[in-house]
């Protein structure tokens, strides 16, 4: 069963799988969708998830030493990612296995491809492909309407299981 802890604010999240444990001072909003193995901790500073927002199987977020983590609406947190004390905009893609460090801002519609590490007080523009190991920008492209479409289908599915449809038909 999920532990979610007495200070967690659940403004009707779509779907929270029963492996998901979330304490401290974090704000799920409407609509978001949180699945197997994620961790969420708040021990200093709040965690706030943006509506419509999906945190995919094994995501730890965490917030930082000086630093909340702030997650905009719309965006799809993938499998294995960590998120730590940084701030992503709206519409964004964080991709499978990446790390996003203490002060790092990330802006609307923009993508982090998958294994990438954003080091400690990385800002990146709206609009900005990322990657690599320190990450940079490679390419600029809006790709908002993409990651938006992304977290629909992540929304959708989310209602499908907490109806305990697991399977689509």
Not at 73 to 82: A, D, L, Q
Not at 105 to 113: D, L, Q, R, T, Y
């Amino acid at each position: 069963m999920a532990h979610i802890g007495k200070h967690v604010k659940m403004n009707e999240p779509a779907f929270v799988h029963e492996t998901a444990y979330i304490y401290g001072k974090v704000t799920l909003q409407k609509d978001v969708s949180v699945w197997p193995y994620v961790v969420m901790r708040a021990e200093m500073h709040e965690i706030v998830i943006g509506e419509k927002t999906n945190i995919q199987d094994f995501v730890m977020v965490h917030v930082g030493n000086t630093t909340p983590t702030i997650v905009g609406k719309n965006c799809s947190i993938t499998h294995h990612v960590t998120i730590h004390g940084c701030t992503i905009g709206d519409n964004c893609l964080i991709g499978i296995n990446a790390t996003i460090m203490d002060g790092a801002i990330i802006g609307n519609n923009c993508i982090v491809a998958g294994h990438s590490i954003v080091t400690e007080g990385a800002v990146f523009p709206d609009n900005s492909i990322i990657a690599g190991a320190p990450a940079k920008v490679i390419r600029t492209r809006d790709s908002g309407a993409a990651n938006a479409g992304n977290a629909e289908w992540y929304f959708q599915n989310a209602l499908r299981y907490a109806k305990g449809e697991d399977v689509q038909t």
